[in-house]
């Protein structure tokens, strides 16, 4: 039966999905660029799903880092999601190992606030299997168009794909560090030591060691301060 709240959610969820998965444009053509093949960066989009650890992963084999860098930070930045996936448990409740794989290959960043977001649980569920599912589509699709396009490219076009890597990632990076979202001051404090840690270890490491090493910048952000109530 149809609802306010209902087509809310879904008009919500289905927005949502459409523009984040636009994103994977983005991806398609950066992961050609740092030298894989079109089915190489459908298979990421497709088996890994999870935007800011892949935009690691080419960045760091795009800049010349080896495998073991590329994938350690893609690893530390998609640990997060096993986070999600603990909190979103009780609520998916998923039954049969289909429906809890599928559950588990949705549980990303905008899945997560859609669900948690929602008013009661069966909306929340609603709201996660069409924001996970939209983008997934979306992302997946829009990365075989980039990577294609990017393919055609001249090398002068090819060289600019250099610039794709941090712009899209500071784009998915960036709602995080506003003063809206929450925590921000913890996570803009990471951002910030990170980025020092990177550069100053830049010199002296090979490439994309620097990205894993950044990970120390979360000791240095110190614990987020609880929020006094009335």
């Given amino acids: 039966m149809s609802s306010p709240a209902r087509s809310a959610t879904l008009r919500d969820s289905l927005g949502l999905g459409l523009a984040v998965g636009l994103y994977g444009v983005a991806f398609g053509a950066a992961a050609v660029g740092a030298g894989l093949s079109t089915w190489q960066a459908v298979a990421l989009s497709a088996l890994m799903f999870t935007g800011a650890s892949q935009f690691a992963l080419v960045g760091v084999l795009g800049a010349g880092g080896g495998a073991f860098a590329a ?4 690893l530390l930045l998609g640990s997060r999601n096993t986070l999600y996936g ?7 409740s998923p039954r049969g190992w289909l429906r809890r794989a599928g559950a588990a290959q949705l549980v990303i960043d905008e899945s997560t606030a859609m669900a948690v977001a929602a008013p009661d649980r069966a909306l929340g569920r609603l709201a996660f299997w069409v ?3 939209s983008v997934y589509v979306c992302w997946t699709a829009m990365t075989v168009v980039g990577a294609l396009g990017a393919g055609g490219l001249g090398e002068t076009a090819q060289a600019a794909l250099d610039a794709v890597v941090p712009a899209a990632f500071l784009a998915l990076l960036w709602p995080r560090l506003r003063r809206t979202a929450t ?3 913890v996570q803009r404090r990471v951002a910030l030591g990170g980025a020092v840690i990177a550069l100053a270890l830049t010199p ?3 490439a994309g060691l620097q990205v894993v090493l950044a990970v120390f910048a979360v000791l240095l952000a110190g614990r987020p301060r609880p929020v006094a109530t009335a």
């Avoid at 994938?71 to 893609?74: C, I």
């Avoid at 603990?86 to 998916?92: I, N, S, T």
């Fill in 71 to 74: 994938v350690g930070s893609a």
């Fill in 86 to 92: 603990v909190r979103l448990a009780p609520m998916l």
């Fill in 131 to 133: 924001t996970g599912g």
């Fill in 183 to 185: 925590e921000a001051a």
């Fill in 204 to 206: 002296f490491v090979p």
